[in-house]
Nanobody, 124 residues
Framework: QVQLVESGGGLVQAGGSLRLSCAAS????????MAWFRQSPGKEREFVSA????????GYANSVKGRFTISRDNAENTVYLQMNSLKPEDTAVYYC?????????????????WGKGTQVTVSS
C-alpha cells in the first residue's frame, strides 16, 4: 500500500515556473514507477510525465516536452515535477500516481495508487 500526497500547486503567471512534489508513504517506494497526470474541467485525465524506479526511463507528453522535468529521490520517497514556461493551457489539477509496472505506462488505468491532486492555475 502506498499513500501519495501532492504539494506545490498554486497560481502563477504565464511564463512562470512551479515545482510539484509528491510525497509517498508506505513500503518499497523505490520499486514503483511514478507518474504525473492532470485533469481540467470537462476533460479527461491526461498523462503528463512518468519515471521508472531508477530514474533511467522518463517520458513526457508532447505538450510539455522541453518545459517540464520529472525526477525522483528514492531516499526521500518523493517525486517531483519541475514546470517551466507555464502556459494557461497547463491549468489543471495535477495528480501523482504509482504503478508496480517496470516501464511506466501512459494510461491512467495502469496505475495502482493516486494522490488527491494539487491545483495549478496559470494566468495569461
Amino acid at each position: 500500500q502506498v499513500q501519495l500526497v501532492e504539494s506545490g500547486g498554486g497560481l502563477v503567471q504565464a511564463g512562470g515556473s512551479l515545482r510539484l512534489s509528491c510525497a509517498a508513504s508506505g513500503r518499497s517506494f523505490s520499486s514503483y514507477a511514478m507518474a504525473w497526470f492532470r485533469q481540467s474541467p470537462g476533460k479527461e485525465r491526461e498523462f503528463v510525465s512518468a519515471i521508472n524506479w531508477s530514474g533511467g526511463i522518463r517520458g513526457y507528453a508532447n505538450s510539455v516536452k522541453g518545459r517540464f522535468t520529472i525526477s525522483r529521490d528514492n531516499a526521500e520517497n518523493t517525486v517531483y515535477l519541475q514546470m517551466n514556461s507555464l502556459k494557461p493551457e497547463d491549468t489543471a489539477v495535477y495528480y501523482c500516481a504509482a504503478t508496480r509496472l517496470q516501464t511506466p505506462p501512459i494510461s491512467h488505468g495502469d496505475y495502482d495508487y493516486w494522490g488527491k491532486g494539487t491545483q495549478v492555475t496559470v494566468s495569461s
